[in-house]
């Protein structure tokens, strides 16, 4: 499974980004999807998750402002940002938690989790 993020850029304070993370690959069926970042000199934190099911979590730093979406025929997970703040400049990697199937449907199943490559979000004030 590989997974290709896409949205990033530079933004004035108050303003807006949709990022995008698509999986890709073979006999795969994807789990739970999210958004994580890291700012520099801090720990990578959880931005926002949402299960197959379509329930969602969100950083108490970004409620009602973010919106993470998906289209699990696409999987593709979204992240609307609204209302950009300074503190919201990281770098943003979406991530997905998946089932590989090596042989088939009914045979070996294989759980992991793939990251992807990381989009640079700025944010001017």
């Known amino acids: 499974v590989q997974l290709q993020a896409s949205g990033g850029g530079l933004v004035q304070s108050g303003g807006s980004l949709r990022l995008s993370c698509a999986a890709s690959?073979?006999?795969?069926?994807?789990?739970?999807m999210g958004w994580h970042r890291q700012a520099p000199g801090k720990q990578r934190e959880l931005v926002a998750h949402?299960?197959?099911?379509?329930?969602?979590n969100y950083a108490d730093s970004v409620k009602g402002r973010f919106t993470i979406s998906r289209d699990n025929a696409k999987n593709t997970v979204y992240l609307q940002m609204n209302n950009l703040k300074p503190e919201d400049t990281a770098v943003y990697y979406c991530?997905?938690?998946?089932?590989?199937?090596?042989?088939?449907?009914?045979?070996?199943?294989?759980?992991?989790?793939?990251w992807g490559q990381g989009t640079q979000v700025t944010v001017s004030s």
């Open positions: 991530e997905a938690d998946y089932f590989y199937y090596p042989d088939g449907p009914g045979g070996t199943t294989v759980a992991g989790r793939e």
């Open positions: 690959g073979s006999m795969f069926s994807i789990n739970g």
């Open positions: 949402s299960t197959r099911a379509g329930s969602t």
